[in-house]
Every structure is written in C-alpha cells, then in structure tokens.
C-alpha cells in the first residue's frame, strides 16, 4: 500500500476542488495513483466539479439569517444569474448563514469545516458543483451577536444590509432599505475610513489648482469639497430617501432610535468577471478547425 501525503492530497484538491477527506479516500483507493483518484473523484463527484473549480463566481446571493441578538449576512457566489435562483443553492447558502450565526466560525475556511447533512458544508458545496455544473464559494460573511437589535433588508438578493439599532424596529427597518439604496461607507463622518478621505483630497486638490484662483482660495475649496465628500458617504448625514427634508440622524432622532452599526454586501463587490467576446471565440475556433483540416 502506497503511503499517502499531504504534498499528494493537495495536489488532487487543486486539480478537482474536491474536500480533502474525499481526496484522500481516493488516493487510498487507487493505492497512491493520481491518475486513477481523479477519476474516482470524477465518477463519485461529477466530472463538472473539476472544470468548475477555476471559473469565476461574480454573481450569488446574499444570504441573512436573525435570531434574536444574534445573526449573520452572508455572500455565497456562483457563475450565473441563473443558478442564483436555483432552490439547491438557495437553500445552501440560507443553511450557511444560520450555521454562522449559531455556530460562530472564524472565517471562510473554518465554515467550509463545518459538519452539514452528514458531511461538511465543502463536501456539500463540491456535490453542489457537480450537480450544477458552476463553481460555488462562499465568500465573506458578518456575524452578529451581542444586546443590539437585529434587522435585515434584501434588495433582490443582490445587496444584503443588517443594520444593529436601539428603538423603534420600523425606524432601522426603513434606514436598513436606505442603506441598500445610497450605500453609504461609514456610520457617521468620523467613522468615513481615512484612505477615502485621502483619495478624495488628492481629487479635490487637482480640481482646485486648475482653477487659477489663489493658494488660500484653493485651501478652501479643497476643505469644502471634503466636507461635502462626507455628508455625502455618512450614513447619519445623509438625506433620508424617504423624506428629502430630514437627514437620516433626523429622522432617528424622531422616532427615538439609534443606530450602533451595519453591514452591506452587494454580490461581486470587487470582483473582476469575465468578459467574453462572442465574435472572437468563433473565429478562434474556426481558425483553430482550418489549422486541423
């Protein structure tokens, strides 16, 4: 019997995305051959779940779950619009989220980890893949646990918000769906993050010098601009979208509510997708049959 190593499971992982205990039960299989335990991963798994592996997930959902004080917002993506309404992986990326909010993993990895339906939640995503045909990953998640209040807003799934408050339900309820719609970065002008700020004074600062007008003049112009950059991105400075006559802070104060924090995804945030051209492929592929005639 061939011993079986470490350096050889993670090369049968990186070739099949297949979970680690999988690909070692494979390699003990076929005593140690590479060859033989792809293709046993490859009949147990779907020969999909290898090719899928690479391919870029842009698109996905956005999953929350709430208990109480406790909770969790999670983005799951996969390839294609389609299959993020498939009820399969729905209800995959549903199941992830409670799991995190009960369960409190560390990361993504510690996640995959988990125990799911007799197996572990990447066992299940690799099923996954082989029965759908696309790459699945979970990608980032928030959990929340503590006294503050919990609400959730999913806008299409796409852009997921969980905002933790004090007071009045409807209140962060309807700030939750604000957040969704103008995406603020930061709670409050003090909270906007410093690399933002710079970026934006860099802009502010090239804009004012070509303007001609004097240093002090400029100085000014370069500090309103700030300002207004962030009364802009702060979420308690913005103009509440369902009243233009109060700020966000405003309409809080009104209703006696206060909001701690939130957390917003939206589905590929970041991500580069892949950009195919059509046109391009088929002269490749025609040029590529001529070579062969």
Do not use: W
Not at 86 to 95: G, K, P, S
Not at 243 to 267: P, R, S
């Amino acid at each position: 019997m061939a011993a079986i190593t470490a350096a050889m499971v993670g090369e049968l992982r990186a070739k099949t995305d297949a979970p680690m205990m999988e690909c070692k039960k494979a390699l003990t299989e076929a005593d140690g051959d590479m060859a033989r335990a792809e293709e046993i991963l490859r009949v147990k798994l779907g020969s999909k779940a290898g090719k899928a592996a690479s391919r870029v997930t842009a698109e996905g959902i956005v999953a929350s779950f709430i208990n109480g004080t406790t909770g969790a917002l999670l983005e799951v993506n996969c390839e294609t619009d389609f299959v993020s309404k498939n009820d399969d992986f729905l209800a995959f990326a549903n199941e992830c989220a409670k799991m995190i909010a009960e369960q409190n993993p560390s990361d993504v990895a510690a996640l995959l980890a988990l125990p799911m339906n007799g197996s572990t939640v990447d066992e299940v995503r690799s099923a996954l893949i082989g029965k759908i045909g696309e790459n699945i990953m979970p990608r980032r998640f928030k959990r929340f646990a503590g006294s503050n209040k919990l609400v959730s807003y999913l806008h299409g799934a796409r852009i997921g918000v969980t905002v933790e408050f004090e007071g009045d339900e409807t209140a962060a309820k309807d700030v939750s769906m604000h957040i969704a719609a103008m995406k603020p970065v930061a709670l409050s002008m003090a909270d906007v993050p410093a690399e933002a700020i710079a970026i934006e004074r860099s802009v502010a600062v090239q804009k004012a010098a070509e303007s001609g007008k004097p240093p002090e003049i400029v100085e000014k112009m370069v500090e309103g601009s700030i300002q207004k950059f962030l009364k802009e991105v702060s979420l308690l400075n913005q103009t509440f979208v369902k009243n233009d006559k109060q700020t966000v802070e405003q309409m809080l104060k009104a209703a006696n509510t206060t909001i701690k924090g939130f957390t917003m995804f939206v589905v590929g945030e970041g991500i580069e997708k892949r950009q195919d051209d059509f046109a391009a492929e088929v002269a490749a592929q025609v040029a590529a049959a001529k070579a062969t005639a």
